[in-house]
């Protein structure tokens, strides 16, 4: 068990550029989160996804936001046309059906410049 | 919806402390509660979780007991270290209406003189 992996771990980018994060869950999860923190606040749901199944978006993911996890395994969260509101810790945790506990990464930090 | 509310931070005490973080809790299902922890530096880490009311969840001498009736899950130590220094959050899970997402509280930054 390697625990949850991301990819990469800081990104500084410039307004309107796309970026693309990537996260390898623990290998036998079948769950895959996402969620973003910003400064001084506690992470916030984005989407989740049960094997290669995106089962529910939270109403802060905008048009420009999209995950993937086409296997089943890996995840990747893509933002286009980046804005500086965009800027802050994204986090990916996965934990099994059962147990509902969740594992987490150790994220990347998105800087929009 | 549901929501979690913690106690504001920051909290300051001495090493050897009694600490206390309040957590309370809206919730229209049978959610699973949740404190996790953030070192400086490094990602969040699951302290404790109790998935019923009156279980207790504990860790390396931290406690909290889900209290139905006045929908808390406060977090307790007997004696802090140094090491104790992070920011707490605490957290919800329902898994059978809300698909098992996370809601958090919006942290609780404590720290620990010598």
């Known amino acids: 068990d390697t625990g949850v992996s991301q990819d990469p771990r800081h990104k500084i980018t410039k307004r309107g550029q796309n970026v693309t994060f990537r996260c390898d869950p623990i290998?036998?999860?079948?769950?895959l989160y996402w969620y973003r923190q910003t400064l001084g606040q506690g992470p916030e749901f984005l989407t989740y996804f049960q094997n290669e199944a995106q089962l529910e978006k939270s109403r802060l993911l905008s048009d420009r936001f999209s995950a993937e996890r086409p296997k089943g395994s890996f995840s990747t969260l893509e933002i286009q046309r980046t804005e500086q509101g965009d800027s802050a810790m994204y986090l990916c945790a996965s934990s099994s059906t059962m147990p509902d506990t969740q594992y987490f990464g150790p994220g990347t930090r998105l800087t929009v410049l | 919806g549901n929501s979690v509310t913690q106690m504001e931070g920051p909290v300051t005490l001495s090493e050897e402390a009694f600490l206390t973080i309040n957590c309370t809790y809206t919730?229209?299902?049978?959610?699973?509660l949740f404190w996790y922890v953030q070192y400086p530096g490094e990602g969040l880490q699951l302290l404790l979780k109790a998935t019923k009311a009156d279980d207790k969840g504990s860790n390396k001498g931290f406690e909290a007991t889900y209290r139905k009736e006045t929908t808390s899950f406060h977090l307790e130590k007997g004696s802090v270290q140094v090491s104790d220094s992070a920011v707490y959050f605490c957290?919800?899970?329902?898994?059978?209406?809300?698909?098992?997402?996370?809601?958090f509280g919006q942290g609780t930054e404590l720290s620990v003189k010598p």
């Open positions: 290998s036998e999860h079948n769950r």
């Open positions: 919730a229209t299902g049978y959610p699973s």
């Open positions: 957290a919800l899970s329902d898994i059978y209406n809300q698909g098992g997402k996370l809601i």
